[in-house]
C-alpha cells in the first residue's frame, strides 16, 4: 500500500510532462503548416510578377519595333524631299573663266537645298535615294561665248552654248535622269569659255527628286 502512494505523484508528473511535449509539438506543426501556406502564397505572387515582367518586356519590344519602323518612315520620308536651287554667285558680280580644261561650276548662293543633296563647297549634287530627277541650269555670257554641260558622274549629258559678240546673253538645259543613290550630277564650264553672273542670279543651277524607283 506504501509502495502505489509514492507512485501516484510520479504517474502525475509524467502525465503533465507529456501533454506539454504534445502541446509544444502541435505548435510547431501550426507554425509550419502557415509557413508552408505563406511559402506557397509566395510562389503564386512572385509568378503573377514575373508574368508580368515578361509581359512588360514583350510590351517593351513592340513598342521598340515600332519606333525602329516610324524612324524609318521617317528617314525615307525625308529622303524623299529632295529639291536645291543655286546660282554662281553670293554677292557682287563675276566672269568665271577661261580655263584651258572643263571646270566645274561651284554654285556658291544657295536659294533652296532641301535634302542637303547639293554641296556648295563643291558645286556637286549628290543623289540619296534611287528615283528620276529632273535638272536645269542656265549660263549667261556677257560679251563672249560660253557653254557648259550637265555631268552625271563621268558622262556629259546635255550642253547649253551661247555665243555673244557683245551685251547679255544666255543659254538653258534642262534634263531627266535616273539617279542610284550616290550618283552625282554638276556643271562643267567648257573648255576656253566664260560665265557671267551677278546678284540677278543669271547664272543657276537647279534640281528635285520628281519619283522615287
Not at 502505489?4 to 505548435?27: I, K, M, R
Not at 516610324?70 to 573663266?97: C, P, W, Y
Not at 556658291?108 to 537645298?113: G, L, P
Amino acid at each position: 500500500m506504501k509502495i502505489s502512494v509514492c507512485f501516484l505523484p510520479l504517474l502525475l508528473l509524467c502525465s503533465v510532462s507529456t501533454g506539454e511535449h504534445d502541446t509544444d509539438a502541435q505548435d510547431v506543426h501550426t507554425v509550419l503548416r502557415e509557413m508552408t501556406a505563406s511559402l506557397a502564397q509566395l510562389k503564386v505572387e512572385m509568378t503573377s510578377v514575373q508574368k508580368e515582367n515578361q509581359d512588360l518586356e514583350r510590351q517593351e519590344t513592340v513598342v521598340e519595333r515600332h519606333e525602329a519602323e516610324i524612324d524609318k518612315l521617317k528617314q525615307n520620308l525625308e529622303a524623299q524631299q529632295v529639291a536645291f536651287s543655286v546660282s554662281l554667285v553670293a554677292e557682287g558680280d563675276a566672269t568665271i573663266g577661261p580655263f584651258d580644261k572643263h571646270t566645274t561650276l561651284i554654285f556658291k548662293h544657295v536659294m533652296t537645298n532641301i535634302g542637303s543633296g547639293y554641296d556648295p563647297n563643291t558645286g556637286v549634287f549628290t543623289a540619296p535615294v534611287r528615283g528620276a530627277y529632273h535638272f536645269q541650269w542656265y549660263i549667261g555670257a556677257h560679251g563672249s561665248n560660253t557653254a557648259a554641260v550637265l555631268v552625271k558622274n563621268t558622262n556629259h549629258i546635255f550642253a547649253a552654248h551661247e555665243q555673244q559678240g557683245s551685251g547679255f546673253g544666255s543659254s538653258s538645259q534642262g534634263a531627266d535622269l535616273l539617279l542610284e543613290a550616290g550618283d552625282v550630277v554638276f556643271v562643267r564650264l567648257w573648255v576656253n569659255s566664260k560665265t557671267y553672273d551677278n546678284t540677278n542670279r543669271h547664272t543657276t543651277f537647279s534640281g528635285h527628286l520628281l519619283f522615287t524607283m
